[in-house]
Protein backbone atom coordinates (compact mmCIF):
# COMPACT_ATOMS: atom_id res chain seq x y z
CA UNK A 1 0.00 0.00 0.00
CA UNK A 2 1.07 3.38 -1.13
CA UNK A 3 2.21 5.90 2.05
CA UNK A 4 0.52 9.00 2.03
CA UNK A 5 2.02 12.07 4.04
CA UNK A 6 0.20 12.76 7.29
CA UNK A 7 -1.86 16.33 7.38
CA UNK A 8 1.48 18.55 8.65
CA UNK A 9 1.96 22.16 8.84
CA UNK A 10 5.78 22.87 7.84
CA UNK A 11 5.25 26.73 7.94
CA UNK A 12 3.41 30.04 7.47
CA UNK A 13 4.64 33.65 6.52
CA UNK A 14 4.12 36.97 5.25
CA UNK A 15 5.45 38.65 1.94
CA UNK A 16 5.38 42.42 2.21
CA UNK A 17 5.19 44.40 -0.93
CA UNK A 18 8.68 44.74 -2.77
CA UNK A 19 8.87 45.88 -6.01
CA UNK A 20 11.96 43.95 -6.70
CA UNK A 21 10.65 40.64 -4.93
CA UNK A 22 11.40 37.63 -7.16
CA UNK A 23 12.45 33.74 -6.79
CA UNK A 24 14.08 32.01 -9.73
CA UNK A 25 12.68 28.70 -10.24
CA UNK A 26 12.63 26.06 -7.60
CA UNK A 27 10.59 23.42 -6.30
CA UNK A 28 9.84 21.30 -3.05
CA UNK A 29 8.68 18.33 -1.65
CA UNK A 30 5.70 19.81 -0.08
CA UNK A 31 2.55 21.65 -1.28
CA UNK A 32 2.30 25.50 -0.76
CA UNK A 33 -1.03 27.51 -1.01
CA UNK A 34 -0.38 31.39 -1.71
CA UNK A 35 -2.90 33.86 -0.91
CA UNK A 36 -2.66 37.32 -3.00
CA UNK A 37 -3.98 39.85 -0.64
CA UNK A 38 -2.88 42.97 -2.44
CA UNK A 39 -0.81 44.21 -5.68
CA UNK A 40 0.03 41.18 -8.54
CA UNK A 41 2.36 38.59 -8.93
CA UNK A 42 3.46 36.84 -11.81
CA UNK A 43 4.44 32.68 -11.43
CA UNK A 44 5.49 30.59 -14.32
CA UNK A 45 5.21 26.73 -13.95
CA UNK A 46 3.91 24.24 -16.20
CA UNK A 47 5.35 25.91 -19.18
CA UNK A 48 2.80 28.45 -18.29
CA UNK A 49 2.77 32.04 -17.49
CA UNK A 50 -0.08 32.91 -14.83
CA UNK A 51 -0.72 36.19 -13.48
CA UNK A 52 -2.84 36.70 -9.87
CA UNK A 53 -4.76 39.98 -7.94
CA UNK A 54 -5.85 40.16 -4.53
CA UNK A 55 -8.63 37.29 -4.11
CA UNK A 56 -7.00 34.70 -6.24
CA UNK A 57 -4.39 31.94 -5.03
CA UNK A 58 -2.01 29.78 -5.72
CA UNK A 59 -1.53 25.96 -5.59
CA UNK A 60 1.75 24.49 -6.02
CA UNK A 61 1.42 20.63 -5.48
CA UNK A 62 4.87 19.37 -4.09
CA UNK A 63 7.07 18.76 -6.70
CA UNK A 64 5.78 21.32 -8.69
CA UNK A 65 8.76 23.84 -10.47
CA UNK A 66 7.77 27.35 -10.33
CA UNK A 67 9.35 31.12 -10.55
CA UNK A 68 7.65 33.69 -8.88
CA UNK A 69 8.11 37.64 -9.21
CA UNK A 70 6.47 40.70 -8.14
CA UNK A 71 4.51 42.87 -10.30
CA UNK A 72 7.08 46.26 -10.05
CA UNK A 73 4.39 49.23 -10.62
CA UNK A 74 1.72 47.14 -8.11
CA UNK A 75 3.85 45.12 -5.74
CA UNK A 76 2.46 42.03 -4.19
CA UNK A 77 1.81 41.37 -0.59
CA UNK A 78 0.75 37.83 -0.14
CA UNK A 79 0.61 35.31 3.16
CA UNK A 80 1.57 31.49 2.82
CA UNK A 81 1.09 28.24 3.99
CA UNK A 82 3.53 25.23 3.01
CA UNK A 83 2.38 22.00 4.22
CA UNK A 84 1.96 17.76 3.88
CA UNK A 85 -1.85 16.21 3.12
CA UNK A 86 -2.75 13.56 1.39
CA UNK A 87 -5.48 15.05 -0.45
CA UNK A 88 -3.39 17.35 -2.36
CA UNK A 89 -2.53 16.21 -5.78
CA UNK A 90 -1.02 17.43 -9.56
CA UNK A 91 -4.85 16.95 -9.87
CA UNK A 92 -5.94 20.30 -8.76
CA UNK A 93 -6.20 23.44 -10.60
CA UNK A 94 -2.53 25.38 -9.90
CA UNK A 95 -4.70 28.77 -9.70
CA UNK A 96 -8.09 29.61 -8.41
CA UNK A 97 -10.17 32.25 -6.70
CA UNK A 98 -10.83 32.84 -2.79
CA UNK A 99 -14.53 33.66 -3.56
CA UNK A 100 -15.12 33.53 0.00
CA UNK A 101 -12.63 35.82 0.96
CA UNK A 102 -11.69 32.70 3.62
CA UNK A 103 -8.66 31.52 2.33
CA UNK A 104 -6.06 34.60 2.88
CA UNK A 105 -7.80 35.75 6.28
CA UNK A 106 -6.99 31.87 7.51
CA UNK A 107 -3.69 31.90 6.35
CA UNK A 108 -2.63 35.45 7.92
CA UNK A 109 -3.67 34.30 11.01
CA UNK A 110 -1.71 30.93 10.86
CA UNK A 111 0.94 33.16 9.50
CA UNK A 112 0.66 35.19 13.26
CA UNK A 113 0.33 32.13 15.63
CA UNK A 114 3.01 30.49 13.95
CA UNK A 115 5.23 29.19 15.37
CA UNK A 116 3.37 28.68 18.36
CA UNK A 117 4.82 28.55 22.14
CA UNK A 118 2.51 26.53 24.52
CA UNK A 119 0.12 23.89 24.26
CA UNK A 120 -3.10 25.96 23.83
CA UNK A 121 -1.37 27.92 21.26
CA UNK A 122 -0.33 24.68 19.36
CA UNK A 123 -3.72 23.69 19.43
CA UNK A 124 -5.27 26.88 17.88
CA UNK A 125 -2.88 26.49 15.11
CA UNK A 126 -3.50 23.37 14.04
CA UNK A 127 -7.45 24.39 14.03
CA UNK A 128 -6.74 26.90 11.38
CA UNK A 129 -4.65 25.07 9.69
CA UNK A 130 -6.96 22.38 9.24
CA UNK A 131 -9.79 25.35 8.21
CA UNK A 132 -6.96 26.57 5.72
CA UNK A 133 -6.49 23.21 4.24
CA UNK A 134 -10.35 22.74 3.95
CA UNK A 135 -10.77 25.85 2.73
CA UNK A 136 -8.24 25.92 -0.04
CA UNK A 137 -9.85 22.55 -1.13
CA UNK A 138 -13.14 23.63 -0.99
CA UNK A 139 -12.13 26.53 -3.43
CA UNK A 140 -10.58 24.37 -5.61
CA UNK A 141 -13.03 21.92 -6.00
CA UNK A 142 -15.50 24.44 -6.93
CA UNK A 143 -13.65 25.98 -10.26
CA UNK A 144 -16.33 24.35 -12.72
CA UNK A 145 -13.71 21.97 -14.89
CA UNK A 146 -10.49 22.49 -14.44
CA UNK A 147 -10.21 22.35 -18.59
CA UNK A 148 -9.04 19.38 -20.64
CA UNK A 149 -5.12 20.21 -20.33
CA UNK A 150 -5.03 20.54 -16.50
CA UNK A 151 -6.95 16.78 -16.50
CA UNK A 152 -4.75 15.36 -18.98
CA UNK A 153 -2.14 16.96 -17.45
CA UNK A 154 -2.37 15.54 -14.64
CA UNK A 155 -2.99 11.96 -15.90
CA UNK A 156 0.46 12.45 -17.56
CA UNK A 157 2.21 13.33 -14.47
CA UNK A 158 1.25 10.08 -13.02
CA UNK A 159 2.91 8.09 -16.38
CA UNK A 160 5.59 9.98 -17.16
CA UNK A 161 7.99 6.83 -17.37
CA UNK A 162 5.79 5.71 -19.73
CA UNK A 163 5.66 5.53 -23.37
CA UNK A 164 3.11 7.83 -23.78
CA UNK A 165 1.83 8.61 -27.72
CA UNK A 166 -0.64 10.78 -29.05
CA UNK A 167 -3.01 8.40 -29.77
CA UNK A 168 -2.72 6.89 -26.57
CA UNK A 169 -3.85 10.55 -24.63
CA UNK A 170 -6.15 10.89 -27.84
CA UNK A 171 -7.87 7.47 -26.19
CA UNK A 172 -7.38 8.38 -22.63
CA UNK A 173 -9.71 11.98 -23.23
CA UNK A 174 -12.02 10.03 -25.48
CA UNK A 175 -11.82 11.79 -28.25
CA UNK A 176 -9.68 10.96 -31.53
CA UNK A 177 -6.52 12.19 -32.26
CA UNK A 178 -7.44 15.55 -34.55
CA UNK A 179 -10.14 16.27 -32.50
CA UNK A 180 -7.82 15.91 -29.01
CA UNK A 181 -4.99 18.19 -30.50
CA UNK A 182 -7.40 20.99 -31.27
CA UNK A 183 -9.13 20.55 -28.19
CA UNK A 184 -6.22 20.32 -26.27
CA UNK A 185 -4.05 22.94 -28.11
CA UNK A 186 -6.94 25.58 -27.31
CA UNK A 187 -7.14 24.91 -23.57
CA UNK A 188 -3.45 25.02 -23.14
CA UNK A 189 -1.64 26.93 -26.07
CA UNK A 190 0.30 24.39 -27.28
CA UNK A 191 -0.23 21.02 -27.97
CA UNK A 192 -0.12 17.80 -25.70
CA UNK A 193 3.68 16.28 -26.87
CA UNK A 194 4.72 19.62 -26.13
CA UNK A 195 3.47 19.34 -22.46
CA UNK A 196 4.23 16.28 -21.95
CA UNK A 197 7.64 16.90 -22.84
CA UNK A 198 7.71 20.17 -20.17
CA UNK A 199 6.17 17.66 -17.95
CA UNK A 200 9.01 15.53 -18.07
CA UNK A 201 11.40 17.95 -17.92
CA UNK A 202 10.23 19.16 -15.21
CA UNK A 203 10.38 16.26 -13.18
CA UNK A 204 13.86 15.48 -14.05
CA UNK A 205 14.83 18.76 -12.80
CA UNK A 206 13.11 17.78 -9.61
CA UNK A 207 14.82 14.91 -9.52
CA UNK A 208 18.01 16.65 -10.36
CA UNK A 209 17.84 19.36 -7.34
CA UNK A 210 16.45 16.54 -4.72
CA UNK A 211 18.58 13.50 -4.94
CA UNK A 212 22.13 12.21 -5.92
CA UNK A 213 20.77 9.92 -9.08
CA UNK A 214 22.31 9.90 -11.84
CA UNK A 215 20.72 11.57 -15.80
CA UNK A 216 21.52 7.82 -16.93
CA UNK A 217 19.31 7.18 -14.38
CA UNK A 218 16.90 10.26 -14.18
CA UNK A 219 16.10 9.65 -18.12
CA UNK A 220 13.82 6.35 -17.98
CA UNK A 221 12.13 7.49 -14.68
CA UNK A 222 10.76 10.79 -16.61
CA UNK A 223 10.26 8.56 -20.28
CA UNK A 224 13.73 10.44 -21.90
CA UNK A 225 15.49 7.62 -24.48
CA UNK A 226 18.74 8.01 -22.53
CA UNK A 227 21.02 10.95 -20.67
CA UNK A 228 22.67 12.35 -23.85
CA UNK A 229 18.77 13.14 -25.26
CA UNK A 230 18.07 14.24 -21.81
CA UNK A 231 20.68 16.90 -22.13
CA UNK A 232 19.93 17.76 -24.97
CA UNK A 233 16.53 18.67 -24.24
CA UNK A 234 17.34 20.21 -20.89
CA UNK A 235 20.09 22.50 -22.32
CA UNK A 236 17.25 23.85 -25.21
CA UNK A 237 14.51 24.26 -22.09
CA UNK A 238 16.79 26.05 -19.32
CA UNK A 239 19.46 27.44 -20.77
CA UNK A 240 22.39 25.01 -19.38
CA UNK A 241 23.37 21.34 -19.10
CA UNK A 242 21.53 19.32 -16.04
CA UNK A 243 25.36 19.00 -14.59
CA UNK A 244 25.78 22.38 -14.49
CA UNK A 245 22.45 22.97 -12.96
CA UNK A 246 22.93 20.64 -10.46
CA UNK A 247 26.97 22.17 -9.19
CA UNK A 248 24.76 25.88 -8.62
CA UNK A 249 22.15 24.63 -6.86
CA UNK A 250 24.82 22.71 -4.83
CA UNK A 251 26.88 25.47 -4.50
CA UNK A 252 24.04 27.47 -3.00
CA UNK A 253 23.30 25.41 -0.26
Known amino acids: ?45 HGQEFA ?6 FLYAAGTAHEEASDRRNPVETYFMAFEHPAFSAGLPPKFRDARGRIGLLISWLAAEHPAATARQKGLVEAIFRASVAEALRAASEVEAYGLAAKMRAW ?55 TDLPLKAIAPEVGIGDEYQLSKLFRKEFGMPPGELRRSMAAER
Open 1 to 45: MEHLPAERLISAGHVRPDPGWAISAHSHPFHEVIAVVRGRMRVRM
Open 156 to 210: MRERLGEPLSLDALAAQAGMGRYQFLRAFKRSAGHTPMQELRLLRLEKAKFLLLT
Open 52 to 57: AGPGEV
